[in-house]
Every structure is written in structure tokens, then in C-alpha cells.
């Protein structure tokens, strides 16, 4: 029988508008993260946005405003561009 890798809803608030906003995260890639392991090697199933309101708990829409950033497609994935710096 294959194991499944469980996953832990994450809540994040944003400290810009105060929106809630729940991530899924898996557990193993969580305590990883938390161990010290770079997030974006303990869960590279996130994106960028993901990634960063665990950081920060900014949601994308306030970074978008408050860093003047653009959304830009890429692959079907979402990335912010900020004056030439892209993920």
C-alpha cells in the first residue's frame, strides 16, 4: 500500500488588508521548512504568491500594490516581476 503525504491547512493574514487566506502545505515539506530547509526546496509545490505569505503573510495583491509589481504569465503559472526581477 503506497503512503500518502498528509497535508496541514496553514492560515496567513495578511499585516496589509487583514485578508485570510488558508494554504495547504505537506507536512513532511512544513517541518522541513520549519528544520531550516529553504522553503522553496522544503515546498516546491507552491508557488511563488504561496510561498511568500508564509514568509511574510502578504497576499499578492498587496505586494502587487505596495511594490508596484505585475502579474506576468509563464507556463500557466503566475509570477510577479518587479523591475526586471523575476522567481
Known sequence: MATTNPHLPVETQ????????????SA????QWHA???????????TNVQREQLLSGTCGP???????????????QALLELRGWTN
Not at 495578511?14 to 502545505?25: F, G, K, L, R, Y
Not at 513532511?28 to 517541518?31: D, K
Not at 531550516?36 to 507552491?46: C, F, R, T, V, Y
Open 14 to 25: 495578511c499585516p496589509i488588508c487583514h485578508a485570510i487566506e488558508n494554504i495547504e502545505v
Open 62 to 76: 498587496c505586494w502587487i500594490d505596495f511594490f508596484n509589481m505585475v502579474p506576468k504569465q509563464h507556463h500557466g
Open 36 to 46: 531550516g530547509k529553504n522553503i522553496q526546496d522544503a515546498l516546491p509545490e507552491l
Open 28 to 31: 513532511s515539506g512544513f517541518a
